[in-house]
């Protein structure tokens, strides 16, 4: 099958962002035109390094890693006022080593890179992938969302330019992973959701982006729990189905990782096993584009605000019920939580309509996990395309 769908990666790798990796890694009809390397769960300089280090084991070296800014986007304000160092701000950064392990890899073990990472940064990548694509770019992002908000300071026009944006993030009216409210990937840089938030909606609102994002919470994504048992169905199956040498070692390096992931699990009280969150957004992402394919790809007009608004879809109505691959979901107006001495990083949706905003998400609500698993599962099992 021909590349039909340009996606861009946003990514802090991080067990389950390698899990994304190596199923995109199986997919025979999706452009990668670049993958951002964000700082989130281990520091950024380490997530360039986990990232090209994965896509090396699958041999995909071919696919260039931006490495993304070493700073949430408040620390970069403290910073530049400052003219100071990361270490006189007076905080050192947190990451999730606890739940990743200090190089964000578990116990795994992946080659060196082969191939260097991008000079581009992270967030003019975003640019590029966007202009090259106008009207057809699939933007997922998996990790903090720091250089996507970058990349509306370079081209403030930038949403205009998506297909659709799928964001992995947030928790609404739910216990988070963080705080006690708060989810990971929004806790650490929280000013850059609220940024990508209101701006993709802007767009939206003025009729220049067909989509609205989509947002894919931890009380949904939770849902999607990788077993013991499951992986070694996967890795039998893998074995089976006459996976070769390559294939194998990518999927015992992951099951490495995932041992570490399940101990983490395990020792937070939730059993042993892992939440899987990222391959779920990115699975969901790609079938909804293929749904969602304009026939006429490759022909936009130069204009891409003509291409989006004649397929724009009707504007969702707060509160009303909506549907993507493995999901259901909700509509509502959502901002971030920037100053809560308590709840800073918190998602919240207005369901009840109180701050009179128009809808700028959708929100997966209940996943149907076992069949999301299985499709996971095959996929996995019979690995890349020859």
Known sequence: MSS?????????????????????????????????????????????????GWLTLAGRS??????????????????AESQASETATGEVLEYADLTHGETGRGYARVPD??????????????????????????????????????????????????????????????????????????????????????????????????????????????????????????????????????????LEQLSEALRFYFEFHESDGLGYLAHIHDPFVLACALSWARQNTVASLGTAPKDPNTNVSEAAAPVPVRGSAGELPWASTLWAPVDV??????????TVADWLGRWSRPVNAEIIRTIDAPAFLDHLSSTLMKGPPA
């Open 4 to 52: 039909t769908l340009p996606l861009f990666l946003d990514c802090d790798p991080g067990i389950d962002d390698a899990i994304a990796l190596a199923y995109l890694c199986c997919q025979d009809d999706v452009d990668v035109v670049g993958i951002a390397a964000s700082g989130g769960n281990v520091a950024t300089a380490q997530v360039v390094e986990n990232t090209r």
């Open 337 to 346: 939580e920037l100053t809560g001495t308590l709840t800073r990083g918190e």
């Open 62 to 79: 071919d696919v260039p890693v931006h490495a993304g800014h070493s700073l949430p986007l408040a620390r970069q304000a403290l910073q």
């Open 113 to 250: 890179p082969s191939a260097p990472a991008s000079s581009v940064s992270a967030a003019q990548a975003w640019v590029d992938a966007a202009h090259a694509h106008p009207g057809q770019l699939l933007g997922v992002v998996i990790g903090p969302a720091t250089n996507l908000a970058l990349a509306l300071e370079i081209d403030p026009d930038l949403p205009s330019l998506f297909k659709r944006l799928f964001i992995m993030g947030g928790a609404f009216n739910y216990r988070g992973n963080t705080h006690p409210t708060t989810e990971w990937n929004v806790t650490f840089d929280p000013e850059s959701t609220a940024r990508v938030l209101e701006a993709f909606g802007t767009a939206h609102a003025n009729s220049h982006l067909g989509h609205l994002p989509v947002i894919a919470p931890i009380e949904a994504t939770e849902a999607v729990e990788m077993t013991p048992e499951r992986l070694t169905t996967i890795l039998d199956g893998a074995s089976a189905n006459g996976a070769d040498d390559h294939w194998q070692s990518v």
